[in-house]
Nanobody
Framework: QVQLVESGGGLVQPGGSLRLSCAASGSIDSFYDMGWYRQAPGKQRELVANITSRDTTNYADSVKGRFTISRDNGKNTVYLQMNNLKPEDTAVYYC????????????WGQGTQVTVSS
């Protein structure tokens, strides 16, 4: 059974930092591309950052220079280090794993809340 379990969310003041973790289990392995998405109230889910199976990274313009995505294949875990957090970063953050077989297979975690407020 495939599972993605996020952790590390919480309440932080503007300018603060958080590190999100996503532990993958089941058939998800190092050949999967991994990503973090977020969804704020009343808005569509958007890509924050992703990292391919070859460790190529991609970031949304709004988080470049502040967020860093990384993966530890030995632990089957992907991380999102978030620095200099802003109120507009407030959202539910979701972990995603995807890989193309004959079709593209896509899995989601349950989400973790990040709130940036003074």
């Amino acid at each position: 059974q495939v599972q993605l379990v996020e952790s590390g969310g919480g309440l932080v003041q503007p300018g603060g930092s958080l590190r999100l973790s996503c532990a993958a289990s089941g058939s998800i392995d190092s050949f999967y591309d991994m990503g973090w998405y977020r969804q704020a109230p009343g808005k569509q889910r958007e890509l924050v950052a992703n990292i391919t199976s070859r460790d190529t990274t991609n970031y949304a313009d709004s988080v470049k220079g502040r967020f860093t995505i990384s993966r530890d294949n030995g632990k089957n875990t992907v991380y999102l280090q978030m620095n200099n957090l802003k109120p507009e970063d407030t959202a539910v953050y979701y972990c995603n794993a995807g890989r193309r077989f004959t079709v593209y297979v896509n899995y989601w975690g349950q989400g973790t809340q990040v709130t940036v407020s003074s």
